[in-house]
């Protein structure tokens, strides 16, 4: 194991049902992503992709393989050598396509409320809540709730929630795939500007190409398996 990796993913499989009805979403799947690395996983609809970032996110266990952060064997096969629950909530940051915020809450509530799961005091998190959003340019809207924000905005909180306790790495699956190529641009900026800065390694699993240039690392993956890509000049 290499803990300079944030993420090391071995052998990865995943079968669903058995004999005639058997459906492999993933197979043999490894990568690595270092810190302060952020990667795009590339592929069609249905090459596997959610299924290795849900893998990786210790959401959905692999029928097979090895998932290992910062160092650490989390996952062998669908046995987990940790506490999932409490290890995610540590060290996994999350962003899904929608930005899935809490309606109810304003934008700095929706960052606040991470922290205090995690059992960081109130004035505590929302401090760090401010300074998150401040970063992400969006502190003029902390007291908004989600529908009062634009797409682009609600993503941006989102990324801020993902950061709020800190993860080493961060997983994003399809960030931009409800905003123009403007808002898309950003956001993906957005993800690099996180692993450069934050040291966290970042994993962007997408179908736009309107903004590859700013990953370090590129790969696809088809049919279950993942390749290295050839990065565009």
């Keep these: 194991m290499n803990d300079s990796l944030a993420i090391a993913t071995e052998g990865l499989s995943k079968i669903y049902g058995s004999g005639n009805t058997e459906v492999v979403a993933m197979q043999d799947a490894s990568l690595q992503v270092k810190h302060g690395e952020v990667v795009a996983l590339l592929g069609p ?6 299924t290795f970032l849900t893998a990786v996110g210790l959401i959905n266990p692999p029928t097979a ?12 096969g669908p046995r987990a050598m940790t506490s999932l629950r409490r290890f995610r909530r540590r060290e996994i940051g999350y962003v899904f396509q929608k930005s899935n915020l ?4 304003t934008a700095v509530e929706n960052v606040q409320i991470v922290m205090e799961i995690n059992g960081v005091g109130a004035g505590a998190g929302r401090r760090r809540a401010m300074e998150l959003l401040d970063e992400l340019g969006v ?3 902390a007291a908004n709730l989600p529908s009062m924000l634009s797409g682009g905005q609600q993503q941006r909180v989102a990324v801020a929630r993902a950061l709020a306790n800190q993860p080493s790495i ?40 309107r903004a590859l240039d700013v990953f370090d690392s590129l790969y696809e993956m088809e049919d ?3 390749k290295r890509s050839e990065h565009p000049a």
């Design 65 to 76: 393989g090895q998932v290992i952060i910062n160092g650490e064997l989390v996952m062998d």
């Design 224 to 226: 279950g398996l993942i």
């Design 139 to 141: 502190r003029d809207r």
């Design 170 to 209: 961060i997983l994003a699956d399809e960030p931009t795939a409800a905003l123009d190529s403007g808002r898309g641009r950003q956001v993906m900026d957005l993800f690099a500007q996180v692993a450069h800065e934050h040291g966290a390694g970042v994993i962007v699993v997408t179908h736009d190409h």
């Design 102 to 105: 809490i309606p109810f809450l």
């Design 45 to 50: 609809s249905g090459s596997g992709k959610s």
